[in-house]
Protein backbone atom coordinates (compact mmCIF):
# COMPACT_ATOMS: atom_id res chain seq x y z
CA UNK A 1 0.00 0.00 0.00
CA UNK A 2 1.23 3.65 -0.68
CA UNK A 3 1.71 6.00 2.24
CA UNK A 4 -0.79 8.12 0.76
CA UNK A 5 -3.65 5.20 0.93
CA UNK A 6 -6.74 6.36 2.82
CA UNK A 7 -10.31 4.11 3.49
CA UNK A 8 -12.74 6.24 3.49
CA UNK A 9 -16.01 5.27 5.38
CA UNK A 10 -18.46 5.28 2.76
CA UNK A 11 -22.26 5.48 4.35
CA UNK A 12 -23.56 6.25 1.13
CA UNK A 13 -24.73 9.90 1.76
CA UNK A 14 -23.47 12.73 -0.66
CA UNK A 15 -20.99 14.17 2.67
CA UNK A 16 -18.98 11.06 2.40
CA UNK A 17 -19.14 10.35 -1.51
CA UNK A 18 -17.82 13.88 -2.19
CA UNK A 19 -15.21 13.23 0.21
CA UNK A 20 -13.98 9.98 -1.65
CA UNK A 21 -13.72 12.42 -4.51
CA UNK A 22 -12.10 15.11 -3.28
CA UNK A 23 -9.34 12.82 -1.39
CA UNK A 24 -8.89 11.42 -5.01
CA UNK A 25 -8.34 14.56 -6.00
CA UNK A 26 -5.79 15.49 -3.44
CA UNK A 27 -3.14 12.77 -4.84
CA UNK A 28 -4.40 10.02 -1.76
CA UNK A 29 -5.25 6.59 -3.16
CA UNK A 30 -8.96 5.91 -1.85
CA UNK A 31 -10.28 2.97 -0.75
CA UNK A 32 -14.12 3.13 0.19
CA UNK A 33 -15.48 0.91 3.12
CA UNK A 34 -19.07 0.64 3.99
CA UNK A 35 -19.38 -0.08 7.80
CA UNK A 36 -22.19 -2.64 8.18
CA UNK A 37 -23.29 -1.20 11.28
CA UNK A 38 -26.71 -2.39 11.74
CA UNK A 39 -29.07 -4.14 9.48
CA UNK A 40 -32.40 -5.10 11.38
CA UNK A 41 -36.13 -3.75 10.64
CA UNK A 42 -37.58 -1.86 13.35
CA UNK A 43 -40.74 -1.38 14.17
CA UNK A 44 -42.58 -2.39 11.00
CA UNK A 45 -40.02 -0.44 9.00
CA UNK A 46 -36.97 -1.78 6.56
CA UNK A 47 -34.08 -0.68 7.68
CA UNK A 48 -32.02 1.55 4.71
CA UNK A 49 -28.78 -0.50 4.37
CA UNK A 50 -29.39 -2.02 1.06
CA UNK A 51 -30.19 1.55 -0.15
CA UNK A 52 -26.91 3.10 1.56
CA UNK A 53 -25.00 0.33 0.56
CA UNK A 54 -26.20 0.41 -3.31
CA UNK A 55 -25.36 4.53 -3.25
CA UNK A 56 -22.03 3.78 -2.16
CA UNK A 57 -21.15 1.41 -4.60
CA UNK A 58 -22.15 3.72 -7.56
CA UNK A 59 -20.33 6.53 -6.27
CA UNK A 60 -17.16 3.76 -6.02
CA UNK A 61 -17.93 2.88 -9.18
CA UNK A 62 -18.11 6.53 -10.98
CA UNK A 63 -14.34 7.57 -8.58
CA UNK A 64 -12.96 4.14 -10.02
CA UNK A 65 -12.03 3.36 -6.52
CA UNK A 66 -12.36 -0.11 -4.55
CA UNK A 67 -15.70 -0.42 -1.64
CA UNK A 68 -14.84 -2.76 1.14
CA UNK A 69 -17.98 -3.74 3.51
CA UNK A 70 -16.55 -3.94 6.87
CA UNK A 71 -19.51 -6.40 8.83
CA UNK A 72 -19.44 -4.77 12.79
CA UNK A 73 -22.62 -5.56 13.77
CA UNK A 74 -21.38 -7.61 16.36
CA UNK A 75 -19.33 -4.89 17.62
CA UNK A 76 -22.08 -2.53 17.25
CA UNK A 77 -24.59 -4.06 19.18
CA UNK A 78 -22.10 -4.65 22.07
CA UNK A 79 -20.34 -1.13 22.29
CA UNK A 80 -23.25 1.12 21.24
CA UNK A 81 -26.62 -0.19 21.09
CA UNK A 82 -26.30 -2.20 25.09
CA UNK A 83 -24.71 1.31 26.23
CA UNK A 84 -27.67 2.99 24.66
CA UNK A 85 -30.54 0.57 26.05
CA UNK A 86 -29.18 0.39 29.27
CA UNK A 87 -28.67 4.03 29.94
CA UNK A 88 -32.49 4.45 28.82
CA UNK A 89 -32.95 1.73 31.30
CA UNK A 90 -31.29 3.40 34.13
CA UNK A 91 -33.21 6.49 33.74
CA UNK A 92 -30.26 8.31 31.56
CA UNK A 93 -30.68 9.73 27.84
CA UNK A 94 -27.98 8.97 26.12
CA UNK A 95 -26.51 9.69 23.18
CA UNK A 96 -25.28 6.78 20.98
CA UNK A 97 -23.80 8.69 17.71
CA UNK A 98 -20.86 9.63 20.60
CA UNK A 99 -20.43 5.98 21.36
CA UNK A 100 -20.16 5.21 18.04
CA UNK A 101 -17.38 7.16 16.29
CA UNK A 102 -15.57 6.96 19.95
CA UNK A 103 -15.74 2.93 19.70
CA UNK A 104 -16.69 1.94 16.14
CA UNK A 105 -15.68 4.56 13.45
CA UNK A 106 -12.62 5.83 15.56
CA UNK A 107 -11.36 2.53 16.82
CA UNK A 108 -12.93 -0.29 15.35
CA UNK A 109 -12.38 0.93 11.60
CA UNK A 110 -9.04 2.91 12.37
CA UNK A 111 -7.73 -0.49 13.58
CA UNK A 112 -8.87 -2.73 11.08
CA UNK A 113 -8.07 -0.24 7.98
CA UNK A 114 -4.58 0.33 9.50
CA UNK A 115 -3.93 -3.54 9.76
CA UNK A 116 -4.83 -3.60 5.92
CA UNK A 117 -1.95 -1.36 4.78
CA UNK A 118 -4.20 1.88 5.19
CA UNK A 119 -1.78 5.13 6.19
CA UNK A 120 -5.11 7.30 6.96
CA UNK A 121 -8.92 6.77 7.42
CA UNK A 122 -11.90 9.71 6.70
CA UNK A 123 -15.15 10.70 7.05
CA UNK A 124 -17.95 12.73 5.97
CA UNK A 125 -17.78 14.57 9.39
CA UNK A 126 -18.24 18.70 9.19
CA UNK A 127 -15.14 18.75 11.80
CA UNK A 128 -11.41 20.05 10.77
CA UNK A 129 -8.64 18.72 12.61
CA UNK A 130 -5.10 19.33 12.47
CA UNK A 131 -1.58 17.69 14.55
CA UNK A 132 -4.07 15.93 16.33
CA UNK A 133 -6.41 18.48 17.89
CA UNK A 134 -10.04 18.82 16.56
CA UNK A 135 -11.75 21.98 15.21
CA UNK A 136 -15.50 22.58 14.93
CA UNK A 137 -16.58 22.60 11.17
CA UNK A 138 -16.84 25.70 9.15
CA UNK A 139 -20.12 24.91 8.77
CA UNK A 140 -21.79 26.16 12.00
CA UNK A 141 -25.01 24.49 11.19
CA UNK A 142 -23.42 21.46 10.53
CA UNK A 143 -20.59 21.39 12.77
CA UNK A 144 -20.49 17.49 14.41
CA UNK A 145 -17.64 18.40 16.92
CA UNK A 146 -19.99 17.80 19.47
CA UNK A 147 -20.02 14.38 18.45
CA UNK A 148 -16.17 13.21 17.90
CA UNK A 149 -15.14 14.82 21.66
CA UNK A 150 -14.45 11.29 22.58
CA UNK A 151 -12.04 10.16 19.88
CA UNK A 152 -8.25 10.13 20.96
CA UNK A 153 -5.65 12.32 20.11
CA UNK A 154 -3.91 9.31 18.06
CA UNK A 155 -7.08 8.54 16.06
CA UNK A 156 -7.76 12.27 14.97
CA UNK A 157 -3.81 12.44 13.67
CA UNK A 158 -5.05 9.57 11.32
CA UNK A 159 -8.22 10.91 10.34
CA UNK A 160 -8.80 13.55 7.54
CA UNK A 161 -11.43 15.58 6.77
CA UNK A 162 -11.90 16.78 3.48
CA UNK A 163 -14.86 18.56 4.11
CA UNK A 164 -14.52 20.45 7.51
CA UNK A 165 -14.32 23.68 5.48
CA UNK A 166 -17.02 23.30 3.58
CA UNK A 167 -20.71 24.57 3.96
CA UNK A 168 -23.26 22.14 3.10
CA UNK A 169 -24.68 23.85 0.16
CA UNK A 170 -21.12 23.98 -1.53
CA UNK A 171 -20.88 19.84 -0.50
CA UNK A 172 -24.02 19.21 -2.96
CA UNK A 173 -22.94 21.76 -5.44
CA UNK A 174 -19.86 20.12 -5.48
CA UNK A 175 -21.33 16.54 -5.63
CA UNK A 176 -23.19 17.63 -8.55
CA UNK A 177 -20.74 18.90 -10.54
CA UNK A 178 -18.50 15.80 -10.11
CA UNK A 179 -21.50 13.79 -11.24
CA UNK A 180 -22.06 11.76 -7.83
CA UNK A 181 -25.18 10.55 -7.99
CA UNK A 182 -26.13 11.17 -4.26
CA UNK A 183 -25.69 15.00 -4.83
CA UNK A 184 -29.51 15.34 -3.79
CA UNK A 185 -29.91 12.61 -1.48
CA UNK A 186 -31.42 13.98 1.68
CA UNK A 187 -29.66 13.47 5.18
CA UNK A 188 -30.12 10.46 7.46
CA UNK A 189 -32.58 11.19 10.18
CA UNK A 190 -32.87 9.30 13.32
CA UNK A 191 -30.03 7.95 15.88
CA UNK A 192 -27.46 6.59 14.08
CA UNK A 193 -28.91 2.70 13.45
CA UNK A 194 -32.79 3.50 13.34
CA UNK A 195 -33.25 5.60 10.51
CA UNK A 196 -36.39 6.80 10.28
CA UNK A 197 -37.48 5.20 13.45
CA UNK A 198 -38.11 7.23 16.64
CA UNK A 199 -36.22 6.01 19.58
CA UNK A 200 -39.08 5.33 21.43
CA UNK A 201 -40.36 2.70 19.20
CA UNK A 202 -36.99 1.35 19.39
CA UNK A 203 -36.66 0.95 22.97
CA UNK A 204 -39.94 -0.67 23.22
CA UNK A 205 -38.54 -3.33 20.50
CA UNK A 206 -35.79 -3.55 22.54
CA UNK A 207 -37.27 -3.45 26.21
CA UNK A 208 -41.18 -4.55 25.39
CA UNK A 209 -43.87 -2.67 26.82
CA UNK A 210 -42.88 -0.81 30.32
CA UNK A 211 -45.43 -0.20 33.59
CA UNK A 212 -47.10 2.59 33.49
CA UNK A 213 -46.95 5.40 36.47
CA UNK A 214 -48.11 8.55 37.58
CA UNK A 215 -47.48 12.13 36.06
CA UNK A 216 -47.34 14.05 38.96
CA UNK A 217 -47.52 18.17 38.45
CA UNK A 218 -45.86 21.19 40.35
CA UNK A 219 -48.16 21.55 42.68
CA UNK A 220 -47.40 17.58 44.02
CA UNK A 221 -50.97 16.28 42.11
CA UNK A 222 -50.64 13.32 40.04
CA UNK A 223 -53.22 14.73 36.48
CA UNK A 224 -52.68 11.51 34.42
CA UNK A 225 -50.55 8.61 33.45
CA UNK A 226 -47.36 7.61 31.54
CA UNK A 227 -46.40 4.60 29.57
CA UNK A 228 -42.77 3.90 31.06
CA UNK A 229 -40.91 6.51 32.83
CA UNK A 230 -37.55 5.85 30.68
CA UNK A 231 -39.46 7.22 27.68
CA UNK A 232 -39.54 10.68 29.02
CA UNK A 233 -36.47 12.85 29.05
CA UNK A 234 -35.99 16.29 30.98
CA UNK A 235 -37.59 19.17 28.73
CA UNK A 236 -40.23 16.94 26.90
CA UNK A 237 -43.36 18.76 25.94
CA UNK A 238 -45.03 16.43 23.53
CA UNK A 239 -46.01 13.06 23.93
CA UNK A 240 -47.59 13.71 27.28
CA UNK A 241 -51.08 13.77 26.59
CA UNK A 242 -52.21 15.96 29.29
CA UNK A 243 -54.76 18.02 27.65
CA UNK A 244 -55.11 21.75 26.68
CA UNK A 245 -54.18 24.46 28.75
CA UNK A 246 -50.38 25.71 29.32
CA UNK A 247 -48.89 23.30 28.19
CA UNK A 248 -46.63 20.79 30.50
CA UNK A 249 -43.22 19.74 30.49
CA UNK A 250 -41.27 16.96 32.28
CA UNK A 251 -38.64 18.82 35.00
CA UNK A 252 -37.77 15.22 36.50
CA UNK A 253 -38.49 11.45 36.43
CA UNK A 254 -38.02 8.97 39.69
CA UNK A 255 -36.88 5.39 38.55
CA UNK A 256 -37.76 3.77 41.95
CA UNK A 257 -41.47 4.85 42.13
CA UNK A 258 -41.73 5.06 38.80
CA UNK A 259 -43.02 8.77 38.87
CA UNK A 260 -42.73 11.41 36.10
CA UNK A 261 -42.78 14.60 36.99
CA UNK A 262 -44.20 17.54 35.04
CA UNK A 263 -44.48 21.57 35.74
CA UNK A 264 -45.97 24.61 34.02
CA UNK A 265 -43.60 27.05 35.03
CA UNK A 266 -40.78 27.47 32.87
CA UNK A 267 -38.91 29.14 35.28
CA UNK A 268 -39.47 26.11 37.25
CA UNK A 269 -36.21 25.14 39.29
CA UNK A 270 -36.09 21.52 38.36
CA UNK A 271 -35.60 22.50 34.94
CA UNK A 272 -32.77 25.21 35.15
CA UNK A 273 -28.87 23.88 36.18
CA UNK A 274 -25.88 26.26 36.22
CA UNK A 275 -23.61 23.49 38.19
CA UNK A 276 -22.82 20.25 36.39
CA UNK A 277 -20.87 16.90 37.13
CA UNK A 278 -19.37 15.27 34.78
CA UNK A 279 -18.31 11.34 34.44
CA UNK A 280 -15.94 9.49 32.50
CA UNK A 281 -13.95 12.84 31.08
CA UNK A 282 -11.93 12.31 28.56
CA UNK A 283 -9.63 15.00 27.06
CA UNK A 284 -8.22 15.51 23.62
CA UNK A 285 -6.19 18.47 25.32
CA UNK A 286 -6.51 19.17 28.72
CA UNK A 287 -6.94 22.97 29.69
CA UNK A 288 -4.65 25.04 31.48
CA UNK A 289 -6.50 25.22 35.56
CA UNK A 290 -8.46 28.42 35.61
CA UNK A 291 -8.85 28.73 31.92
CA UNK A 292 -11.64 30.51 30.50
CA UNK A 293 -13.55 27.90 28.48
CA UNK A 294 -17.13 27.33 26.69
CA UNK A 295 -19.71 24.37 26.99
CA UNK A 296 -22.08 22.89 25.13
CA UNK A 297 -24.55 20.86 27.22
CA UNK A 298 -26.08 18.88 23.83
CA UNK A 299 -25.78 19.25 20.07
CA UNK A 300 -26.66 22.04 18.37
CA UNK A 301 -27.59 24.18 21.84
CA UNK A 302 -25.25 27.49 21.48
CA UNK A 303 -21.95 27.82 23.26
CA UNK A 304 -21.98 29.12 27.47
CA UNK A 305 -18.83 30.18 29.21
CA UNK A 306 -18.04 28.17 31.75
CA UNK A 307 -15.33 27.45 34.45
CA UNK A 308 -14.09 23.84 34.47
CA UNK A 309 -12.54 22.01 38.03
CA UNK A 310 -11.95 18.80 37.88
CA UNK A 311 -15.27 17.05 37.08
CA UNK A 312 -17.57 20.05 37.68
CA UNK A 313 -18.24 22.37 35.68
CA UNK A 314 -19.74 26.07 36.77
CA UNK A 315 -21.70 27.89 33.91
CA UNK A 316 -22.24 31.60 33.46
CA UNK A 317 -25.95 31.27 33.91
CA UNK A 318 -28.26 28.38 34.15
CA UNK A 319 -29.18 26.55 31.44
CA UNK A 320 -32.77 24.83 30.47
CA UNK A 321 -33.02 20.82 30.37
CA UNK A 322 -30.01 19.55 30.86
CA UNK A 323 -30.45 15.97 30.84
CA UNK A 324 -28.67 13.24 32.80
CA UNK A 325 -26.74 10.50 30.21
CA UNK A 326 -26.04 13.38 27.63
CA UNK A 327 -22.39 14.94 27.53
CA UNK A 328 -20.87 18.37 28.46
CA UNK A 329 -18.19 19.28 25.41
CA UNK A 330 -15.28 21.19 26.50
CA UNK A 331 -14.48 23.46 24.02
CA UNK A 332 -11.65 26.69 23.46
CA UNK A 333 -13.14 28.60 21.38
CA UNK A 334 -13.50 26.85 17.94
CA UNK A 335 -11.07 23.98 19.51
CA UNK A 336 -13.19 20.72 21.33
CA UNK A 337 -10.73 20.08 24.47
CA UNK A 338 -13.00 17.19 25.54
CA UNK A 339 -15.64 16.62 27.75
CA UNK A 340 -18.05 14.27 29.79
CA UNK A 341 -20.71 12.55 30.84
CA UNK A 342 -23.63 15.24 32.60
CA UNK A 343 -24.53 13.58 35.91
Not at 97 to 119: H, M, P, R, W, Y
Not at 208 to 221: C, E, M
Amino acid sequence: MSEKTVYIGMSGGVDSSLSAALLKEQGYIPVGVFMKNWTADIAGMSCSWREDYQDAKRVASKLGIELRVYDFQKQYREKVVDYMVEGYRAGRTPNPDIVCNQEVKFKLFLETALSEGATYISTGHYVRSTAGRLYMGTDTNKDQSYFLYRVSKQALQKSLFPIGSLVKSQVREMAKDRGLSTADKKDSQGICFVGKVGIKEFLLQELGTQPHGPIVDQNGKEIGKHDGALFYTIGQRHGLQLGGGLPYYVVDKNMDTNTVYVSQLLDDERMWRSNLSLADIHWIREPHKNQKLSIRTRYRAPLIDARVDGNTVQLAFPVRAITAGQSAVIYDRDEVLGGGIIQ
